[in-house]
C-alpha cells in the first residue's frame, strides 16, 4: 500500500490532538492503522491516488481520523466502548483485545456526513 507522502506530519498532529493518556501500550500501532485506513477511505471516496492527495485534505484528514478515535475509544481513554462483555453477577468485565479493535476498525466507515462537504470539493469523476 502506498504511503501517504505527508504521513509523518499527519501523524504527529494526530497523536497531538489524541495524546496517550492512559499509557496504551498499543498507541502508536492503533493511530498508525486509523491514519493509514482514513487516508485509504479518502483516496477511494475521492478517486484520488494516495501520493495524489492535495494538502488542502491534510486538516479534513486529521480531523476524520480524531474523530473515530474518539467515538469508538480506540484508545481507552473514557467511555466503556472498548468493553466487550460486563456481567453483574460477581461482577465480571472483559475488554476488548487489540485485534478485536483492529477487526472493528476495518469494518467502519471512517467517512461520516460531517466531512463529505469538504471531501466532495476534491472528488474527481471516476470514468469507467
Not at 81 to 95: A, I, M, P, Y
Request: net charge negative.
Amino acid at each position: 500500500m502506498d504511503k501517504h507522502p505527508r504521513r509523518e506530519e499527519l501523524l504527529s498532529k494526530v497523536k497531538l490532538l489524541n495524546p496517550n493518556e492512559n499509557d496504551n501500550t498499543n498507541y502508536d500501532a492503533i493511530t498508525e492503522f486509523v491514519l493509514d485506513k482514513v487516508v485509504n477511505d479518502v483516496s477511494n471516496y475521492t478517486h484520488l491516488a494516495i501520493q495524489e492527495l492535495p494538502e488542502g485534505l491534510d486538516n479534513t484528514i486529521i480531523g476524520l481520523c480524531s474523530q473515530l478515535i474518539a467515538t469508538h475509544d480506540y484508545l481507552g481513554t473514557g467511555n466503556l466502548t472498548n468493553v466487550d462483555t460486563l456481567n453483574e453477577g460477581d461482577t465480571s468485565v472483559k475488554f476488548k483485545s487489540p485485534a478485536a479493535i483492529y477487526v472493528e476498525l476495518q469494518g467502519v466507515n471512517s467517512l461520516t456526513d460531517d466531512y463529505l462537504m469538504q471531501l466532495n470539493q476534491f472528488r474527481v469523476v471516476k470514468w469507467s
